[in-house]
């Protein structure tokens, strides 16, 4: 077995929390021969249902969990940390408009970036899971001036994850089956699920599906479908988004070949989109946290709009919390 590394979830009493550190306990996030010690964060108000889930961790009996520690304490909490999981953020309250949800939580993960940036150790990873996910990312790095911004990740794997199965269905193949779909931009109603590269068992999905079915149909509901969930389990997705960091992550230390996956990364201009913002885009993962954005894809007039679409949200995000950025 190898010796443990230290794994730091924020929110981890959560419904997300709940999920994602059994699973990361039972060895799925970084391999079955992984030593864990798991560091959970919650604020005061999560340390009594965080005692819970200590409790359940404990009877789960993980073979590969070493350590389980709690904290309010951001410092002690990232300390030493390889795998940080930013989950925990303010949800939309009753009459919250956007403007004030961005600004809560700007404030939550500037404090998160400024210790992360203090303790973090080198090479530390990040994966902004808590909404509004990219901007997040964006906050917390730009107060982690030490770190590369590189670093800091956000998540758009259950964007992709919702549509690969979308597009199995309708295709009426395995969920394996599925390959290259794409997110692009926001973790929000404005991405940007792409089908003009994947591939259904190794036939063009556009070759399978129809241009009127993927406007009408697969856009909107990849983009609505957090809504969905939430219409028909009265609460939001938990299960699929704690699998969906699980994968994240996963791909990104042991690698998965040639496999696309969608990451919110901090843009360099690729595809003409703005610098700075953390825009989800195509990348092959290489292992050891080694990603590379997937380069030089055509994109025709539809894609075009939409990639445009969804940046415009993400400048404008930015903006709203620009005096809230340092330098
Ligand atoms: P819950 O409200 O069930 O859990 C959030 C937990 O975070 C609570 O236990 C709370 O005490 C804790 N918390 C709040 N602020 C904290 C802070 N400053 N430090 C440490 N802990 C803190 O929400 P849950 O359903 O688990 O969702 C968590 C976040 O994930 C939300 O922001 C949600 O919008 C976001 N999501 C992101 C998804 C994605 O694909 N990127 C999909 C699922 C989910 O909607």
Same mark, same amino acid.
């Given at each position: 077995?190898?010796?443990? &590394? ?17 699973? =990361? !306990? $039972? ?28 409790? /359940?961790? /404990? ?24 795998? *940080? ?23 939550? @993960?500037? /404090? ?23 901007? *997040? !990312? ?13 670093? @800091? ?13 979308? &597009?199995? /269905?309708?295709? %009426? ?34 070759? =399978? ?8 149909? @697969? ?5 609505? +479908? ?10 939001? $997705?938990?299960?699929?988004?704690? $699998? ?11 690698? $998965? ?30 292992? %050891?946290?080694?990603? +590379? +954005? ?5 994109? %025709?007039? @539809? ?15 930015? %903006? ?8």
């Amino acid at each position: 077995l190898l010796p443990p &590394l230290k794994v730091a979830v924020t929110g981890a009493a959560g419904q997300i929390g709940y999920a994602l550190v059994m699973r =990361i !306990a $039972s060895g799925e996030m970084l391999g079955k021969d992984q030593l864990i010690d798991l560091s959970l964060i919650e604020t005061d108000q999560g340390m009594s249902p965080l005692r819970g889930v200590m409790m /359940e961790l /404990e009877d789960g009996a993980f073979p590969l969990l070493n350590k389980v520690t709690a904290t309010t304490d951001l410092n002690e909490g990232f300390g030493d940390a390889a795998f *940080n999981l930013l989950v925990g953020a303010t949800p939309r309250g009753p009459g919250m408009e956007r403007a004030d949800l961005m600004a809560a939580n700007a404030k939550i @993960f500037a /404090e998160q970036g400024k210790a992360l940036n203090d303790v973090a150790p080198i090479g530390a990873k990040i994966l902004v899971v808590g909404n509004p996910a990219n901007t *997040n !990312a964006l906050v917390a790095s730009h107060n982690a001036p030490d770190m590369w911004p590189e670093q @800091f990740v956000a998540m758009t794997r259950l964007d992709q994850s919702r549509a690969a199965a979308l &597009l199995a /269905e309708k295709a %009426d193949v395995p969920v394996k089956d599925v390959d290259r779909v794409i997110i692009w931009g926001n973790h929000s109603a404005t991405q940007y699920p792409d089908l003009s590269h994947a591939r259904v068992g190794g036939k063009w999905a556009k070759s =399978i599906v129809d241009d009127k079915w993927i406007t009408d149909d @697969f856009i909107p509901r990849v983009q609505k +479908r957090g809504a969905e969930v939430i219409d028909a389990r009265g609460a939001s $997705s938990a299960a699929s988004a704690a $699998s969906a960091a699980i994968d994240a992550v996963r791909d990104m230390q042991l690698g $998965s070949g040639d496999a696309w996956q969608s990451n919110a990364i901090p843009s360099d201009g690729s595809y003409g989109i703005a610098d700075g913002i953390w825009y989800s885009v195509p990348t092959v993962c290489h292992g %050891d946290s080694h990603y +590379r +954005r997937v380069q030089k894809l055509p994109i %025709d007039e @539809f894609s075009a709009k939409m990639m445009t679409k969804t940046e415009k949200e993400l400048i404008a995000e930015r %903006d709203s919390v620009r005096h809230l950025l340092p330098g």
